[in-house]
């Protein structure tokens, strides 16, 4: 029987609503950051959101100075120069701006800028978080422009450390962003790949911290709302990238499903994770791909649990029927059924697959699933994921 004791950690003030990027001098005001940093990926840099959203600092006199080499999948050269760019500007504190890359980037800004042990010394492992000074990591407010990752409420970073391959996440309580403001005009210039990945990715960590074992009921409600806006929101939001309403509820998605994650994540992410830091694909597109067939090989441990799920999101048919809920949404997305049909001339020999297995296995989020995730079991996975 599970233990009915647990730790609980909630996130922090968030100002949403359409519109309310308008509040972001004020939100620099209220978390004390007088000369930000604004952090965001190339990519967005480039698009009319970004010089918008600077004049509404220029209107109100703010200094700022901006950072844009962010990869997607950021990784450890990126950070550093991050930091350089920060110190070089005296900045007092970030805004991060963007996807999951550059909200992490930003948030990693302004935790290492201050700290004179390496990065990797910080990953989330025990309490190596307690090794940070904590009198010098930089206030934050947080932006996001997509509706995925749900970064914006998290209190952890995804780096790449390219010298082996893998995403470490880096954890510290005061990482947590001080204000988001969360606004689903952000997010109406999203292309259907990335509004498919992202969303697809919320739904992940819903659903993922729903099955996790342990006792939370509180990030279970929330894992649960949250499912039932992904699955209602998300086609909409997929077929008309203008509809204001379903981004909305595709923004407090996202933002649920982080705030659920802390329960815990399972095999959907212990795999993608390997294939996002070899093959540098999209984190929610990857994860959605995993989806079905980590489903599959929970089942007997999740089936009451997706029973009880499916009773609430409407779906008839038990664990049987959101299986096909799931198929059904990814076909409507556009989510490829293969790994093959996301990263082009994908053929893994044996001894890659093996890397990618032992990858997964240790992967920290490999822990909350609930069947263990053994070598074999991880391999016949991937096996699946590329079947079909
Ligand atoms: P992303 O930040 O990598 O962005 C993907 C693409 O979308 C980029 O090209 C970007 O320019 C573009 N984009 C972003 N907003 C846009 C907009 N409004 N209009 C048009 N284009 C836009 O994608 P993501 O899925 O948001 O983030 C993925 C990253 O987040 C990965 O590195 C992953 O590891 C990390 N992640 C972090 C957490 C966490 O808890 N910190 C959780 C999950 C994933």
Not at 117 to 141: H, L, N, Q
Not at 148 to 170: F, P, Q
Not at 265 to 273: F, V
Request: proline share 6%.
């Amino acid at each position: 029987m599970t233990k009915l004791v647990s730790k609980w950690n909630y996130p922090t003030t968030v100002r949403f609503g359409a519109g309310r990027i308008s509040e972001l001098a004020d939100a620099l005001k209220v978390a004390g950051i007088e000369r930000p940093l604004f952090v965001t990926d190339p990519g967005l840099a480039k698009l009319p959101v970004v010089p918008k959203t600077l004049k509404l600092l220029d209107d109100a006199k703010v200094k700022y100075g901006v950072f844009s080499d962010v990869k997607p999948n950021p990784v450890e050269s990126n950070l550093t120069a991050g930091i350089a760019v920060y110190n070089k500007g005296k900045h007092d504190g970030v805004i991060a701006f963007g996807g999951g890359s550059a909200l992490d980037l930003g948030k990693l800004i302004a935790f290492q800028a201050g700290q004179s042990r390496p990065v990797w010394d910080f990953e989330d492992i025990g309490d190596w978080y307690t090794r940070a000074d904590a009198s010098k990591i930089a206030p934050i407010v947080a932006v996001p422009t997509t509706a995925g990752t749900g970064s914006e409420v998290g209190r952890a970073g995804v780096l790449t450390h390219e010298a082996s391959h893998t995403k470490k996440v880096i954890f510290h309580p005061k990482m947590m962003p001080a204000i988001v403001i969360a606004d689903p005009e952000l997010t109406v210039g999203m292309p259907p790949f990335i509004t498919a990945g992202t969303g697809m990715d919320a739904l992940a960590h819903c659903l993922e911290a729903y099955c996790a074992p342990g006792y939370h009921p509180m990030a279970d409600g929330i894992a649960l709302e949250g499912m039932r806006l992904a699955f209602e929101n998300l086609p909409k939001a997929f077929a008309n990238g203008k509809d204001l309403t379903a981004r909305a509820h595709m923004m407090s998605a996202a933002a649920m499903g982080a705030t659920a994650f802390q329960k815990g994540l399972g095999a959907i992410h212990s795999l993608s994770h390997p294939i996002g830091a070899l093959y540098d694909t999209h984190h929610g597109m990857t994860n959605a791909v995993f989806m079905p067939y980590v489903l599959a090989f929970n089942r007997n441990a999740v089936e009451d649990r997706i029973a009880r799920a499916a009773a609430y999101l409407g779906i008839k048919g038990g664990f049987d029927g959101f299986a096909k809920a799931v198929l059904k949404l990814r076909k409507e997305l556009k989510v490829p059924h293969t790994l093959g049909g996301l990263i082009k001339d994908f053929n893994p020999d044996r001894k890659r697959k093996a890397l990618i297995a032992d990858m997964a296995i240790v992967d920290p989020t490999a822990g909350g699933n609930p069947v263990k995730l053994t070598k074999k079991a991880a391999a016949t996975l991937l096996d699946q994921a590329i079947a079909g």
